[in-house]
């Protein structure tokens, strides 16, 4: 696996900064690093590293700050003050289970019996968020106060239904908000649009402390009650990954100190569980060690238990759920390790998928459980944002993580017409997605046929002039030159991105030619809401052409197309296999689709003859290669139909403008995107169509310097022209042109 070709980027400092930070470490005995770290991080003087290196709690900003905070300390108090029944409502995370211990061990002190509960969602049978079921269970049962934490941001339709039940909503949530801003009675989020909080990175977890500080300061409560619990802060904060400057660094300071020193009974048996040493907590070891223990609860069972532990008051109970949650982690382990394992090998199988800028990967058996692990470690490993996607029920079921310097949560908003739900934050999201938008188009003939699909059942629907095409996003076209002039305006008028596989549009200039290894960035021209497919033969070609251009400028290029059956379709595949079976038996073979008998013959003519006595075909390589590769190369072709089943094969000369050394356009070949370099005339290795059908990449080989030629290259290429040449190119131009983009509608000739 290739690795990126860049992975880090240095900060500059300025010349004053850099004086700056040698100033800084100089006064406070710092090496030069240091005083250099402390600059980035925004320190300035020396009395600002001070509480940098020694932030106090005296320093974290007045709850009262935040938007909506008045009304939510109005809301609980008064909950408590009647004896309202109250709800925590949860996530099943670190975050979000550290947050409800938090409101639960700080709260059941001013609370009857029975009047104070939590919820943390089944990650398999609820999903991610608060839900209108869970919302009318809590109404049955007496509850008059919600408190959702680390979730409810997006929960509009969720908090109306409760307001109708008679439910009061607080939510401390740190995701994203859309627009639309749930009628809460108070919406605690310094990420809405309306903020004034000074800072804006808190966890969930820190959301639910400084709803309780507030509440502590209203009611004149000792705050050394509260910080009591800051052991669960610093855990909120180390598995989120989270800023840990500001707010964050003040409460990660002290919940350190207090894990080293007196952590509760829970967390003690956690340590003990982990190998993690009184005195010697990190956020290292939170990080590997206990994170992932309370984690794996909600990975492979119930994020609940994981609270049951956090809220421990003996040692017979903290114990043995210290002992259900590192048996959750063992298995948690074994299978996200083999999910990585699964992961990387799709990816190694397909090199192209390395050339994709976000990488989107699916299998029915995934556990949705592990997604978010194993999307961190791609993200990491291949240096580009990762979404893991697997069947949850009905559902498809994802997890994103970034690798930095790109706003995920941004990118997946944007598509949030084809989610069923999502949320998260920049480097953090998860999604909701039905797996079933597919729409099926065909002529009138075809119409109510069904189509079945990855186990579910399609009905085909008439192709019409109208608005049939409206809300769709991407529709792959294949049912002929005529039918794709005919409703292209009707496919595009309502914004539908329309991928067209016929000839119709291919050599028109206000339509992009696109193989994505080559010009991709022409899909994100398209004036009329078209992109063209190209013709198979070229597709393949210059994948092979554009590693060599990179080198040096192609001047000409003289290739013959060895092409198999199936490039006439399904009935010449056919018409291949039964001449062959007739004259295995002695029979005369029927000609139909074919001008001559293909079997045991070539035929060096592939459609009608046109200009100068070249076919359509080889003018379509001379045409759309120089379109494709926006050059003035110089194609003469010669295609030529063989008695091969599946893939095309091609001997390509070209001409180059500069002699090139072999061993550096193998090297080309063996790093361009979407090219399969298989080259070794001493053990008989090269490209066929025997090995090459049914796979993805184009493969080339027999690369030998021409012998007519100073400046001359020869070589051997071989692709399928059904998946590269054809429905393959297709998809990967609807990949780049939005890599998230998941509805489709595929037009289909019956």
Not at 124 to 150: F, K, M, N, P
Not at 502 to 523: C, I, K, T, Y
């Amino acid at each position: 696996m290739r690795p990126p070709e860049h992975r880090w980027q240095l900060c500059a400092l300025s010349e004053q900064d850099e004086e700056l930070g040698r100033s800084l470490a100089h006064s406070l005995g710092l090496y030069p690093a240091m005083g250099r770290l402390l600059v980035e991080r925004g320190v300035r003087s020396v009395e600002e590293a001070e509480r940098f290196f020694h932030p106090r709690l005296e320093e974290l900003h007045d709850p009262f700050l935040m938007q909506d905070m008045q009304a939510a300390v109005a809301r609980l108090s008064l909950a408590l003050e009647r004896g309202d029944r109250i709800l925590i409502y949860g996530d099943y995370d670190v975050d979000g289970t550290t947050a409800v211990a938090l409101l639960y061990r700080y709260l059941r002190a001013y609370c009857a019996h029975g009047q104070l509960r939590y919820h943390i969602p089944d990650r398999y049978d609820e999903g991610y968020g608060v839900t209108s079921a869970r919302v009318a269970e809590a109404a049955e049962a007496g509850v008059q106060l919600i408190i959702a934490v680390d979730t409810g941001t997006k929960a509009v339709e969720e908090v109306a239904y409760a307001r109708t039940l008679g439910i009061d909503f607080i939510i401390c949530d740190h995701h994203k908000p859309d627009e639309t801003l749930p009628q809460a009675v108070a919406l605690l989020n310094p990420k809405r649009a309306d903020n004034t909080y000074p800072f804006t990175e808190l966890s969930g977890c820190g959301l639910a402390f400084k709803l309780l500080q507030g509440l502590a300061q209203q009611l004149g409560h000792p705050l050394s009650q509260l910080f009591a619990h800051l052991e669960l802060l610093v855990l909120s904060i180390a598995q989120d990954r989270v800023s840990i400057l500001g707010e964050n660094r003040i409460l990660c300071y002290h919940g350190l100190r207090q894990l080293n020193t007196s952590p509760s009974v829970g967390i003690s048996y956690l340590m003990r569980r982990g190998k993690v040493r009184l005195g010697h907590v990190d956020m290292a070891s939170i990080y590997y060690e206990l994170g992932p223990r309370i984690n794996a609860a909600g990975r492979m069972a119930h994020g609940a238990e994981s609270v049951k532990l956090l809220i421990a008051e003996d040692a017979r109970t903290a114990e043995a759920q210290s002992q259900i949650l590192d048996d959750y982690n063992r298995q948690r382990q074994d299978l996200d390790q083999e999910v990585t394992r699964q992961a990387l090998a799709l990816v190694e199988s397909q090199p192209a998928l390395l050339e994709r800028k976000i990488l989107v990967l699916y299998h029915p058996e995934w556990n949705k459980g592990v997604m978010g692990i194993v999307a961190a470690r791609l993200a990491d490993r291949l240096h580009r944002p990762v979404i893991i996607l697997a069947r949850s029920g009905d559902w498809l079921a994802g997890s994103a993580r970034s690798s930095g310097g790109f706003d995920l949560y941004a990118a997946i908003q944007a598509c949030e017409d084809c989610l069923e739900n999502f949320g998260g934050h920049t480097f953090a999201a998860g999604m909701t997605v039905h797996p079933d938008r597919l729409e099926l188009f065909a002529s009138a003939r075809s119409a109510g046929k069904t189509i079945s699909f990855k186990g579910k059942e399609y009905t085909v629907r008439e192709l019409r002039h109208g608005d049939d095409f409206e809300g769709i996003d991407i529709a792959f076209v294949s049912a002929g030159g005529s039918v794709s002039l005919e409703y292209a305006e009707t496919i595009t008028k309502h914004g539908t991105v329309m991928i067209d596989n016929s000839s119709a549009f291919r050599m028109q200039e206000d339509v992009p030619l696109v193989v994505p290894e080559v010009n991709g960035a022409d899909a994100l021209v398209r004036p009329r809401g078209i992109i063209a497919n190209p013709n198979c033969t070229t597709i393949q070609m210059v994948v092979a052409l554009n590693a060599i251009e990179q080198l040096s400028h192609i001047e000409r290029v003289h290739v013959a197309t060895y092409q198999a059956a199936s490039g006439a379709g399904a009935r010449g595949m056919a018409e291949l296999d039964a001449q062959t079976k007739a004259l295995a038996e002695g029979r005369e073979p029927e000609v139909s689709k074919f001008a001559y008998q293909l079997a045991y013959n070539v035929i060096p003519q592939i459609d009608v003859f046109g200009q100068d006595d070249y076919t359509k075909e080889e003018l379509k390589m001379y045409h759309e290669t120089r379109k494709i590769m926006h050059s003035d190369i110089a194609v003469s072709a010669t295609c030529v139909r063989v008695p091969v089943c599946r893939a095309h094969s091609e001997a390509i000369w070209v001409e180059t403008r500069e002699r090139l050394e072999l061993d550096a356009v193998r090297e080309a070949f063996r790093r361009a995107p979407g090219l399969v370099l298989q080259d070794d005339p001493e053990d008989q290795v090269y490209p066929m169509p025997l090995f090459i059908a049914e796979k993805d990449p184009v493969y080339v080989g027999r690369l030998r310097r021409d012998l007519s030629s100073e400046r001359g290259l020869t070589f051997w290429c071989v692709g399928d022209q059904i998946k590269k040449g054809a429905a393959l190119n297709a998809v990967q131009i609807a990949e780049y042109e939005n890599p998230l983009e998941i509805a489709f509608v595929y037009a289909f000739n019956f």
